[in-house]
C-alpha cells in the first residue's frame, strides 16, 4: 500500500437546512406540474413527477456522512473503496467553501457518468492538498456546472 502524502475527513457534501416553507414550496411546485401534465394528459410524466417529488423530500432531510480521503503518489481514495487515479483526472479547481473551514475542491474527471467531483477540504490542509494534486494534474479556473447552479437556486 502507498504511503500517503496527506489524509482528512469531510462531510460527504454541504448540507444546508431546509425550513417548513421549503418543504412547502416543494410540494406546491410539483402539484402545479403535476396538474400540467394531467391536463396535457402526459401520465407518464406526472409518475415520474410524483417520484422525483419523493426522492427530494427524503434526500433533502438527509445529513451528510463524513468521509475520509487519503492523497498518496497514484491518486485519491475515498472512504477506503473508491479510487481515482490521477490519469483519471483531467483537471482540478479550488473555491472557497459555504463556510471559513472548508474549501471546495472541484475534479473534472476524464471518463464515466460523472464528469466532476466536489470534495471538502478543510482550510488547514489546502495549501498541502493543493500542492500534491498540482504535481500530477493541471490547475483550471472554477467554473459552475448547470447542477451547481441549480443545486445553490433550489437551496439543495
Do not use: C
Amino acid at each position: 500500500m502507498e504511503k500517503p502524502i496527506i489524509e482528512w475527513r469531510a462531510p460527504e457534501f454541504y448540507y444546508r437546512e431546509k425550513g417548513v416553507s421549503w418543504y412547502w414550496l416543494s410540494i406546491i411546485a410539483a402539484i402545479v406540474i403535476l396538474s400540467v401534465s394531467v391536463w396535457q394528459k402526459n401520465f407518464l410524466f406526472a409518475v415520474f413527477v410524483v417520484i422525483a417529488e419523493i426522492l427530494m423530500l427524503v434526500w433533502a432531510g438527509r445529513k451528510p456522512r463524513e468521509v475520509s480521503f487519503i492523497l498518496n503518489e497514484k491518486g485519491l481514495t475515498i472512504s477506503g473503496n473508491k479510487f481515482y487515479p490521477y490519469s483519471a483526472i483531467e483537471a482540478f479547481s479550488v473555491r472557497e467553501g459555504h463556510s471559513e473551514e472548508w474549501y471546495d475542491i472541484s475534479l473534472k474527471l476524464r471518463h464515466g457518468f460523472r464528469h466532476h467531483l466536489n470534495i471538502q477540504t478543510p482550510t488547514k490542509n489546502l495549501s498541502k492538498i493543493e500542492e500534491a494534486i498540482s504535481r500530477y494534474v493541471e490547475k483550471t479556473e472554477p467554473e459552475d456546472s448547470f447542477l451547481d447552479s441549480l443545486e445553490r437556486l433550489i437551496g439543495f
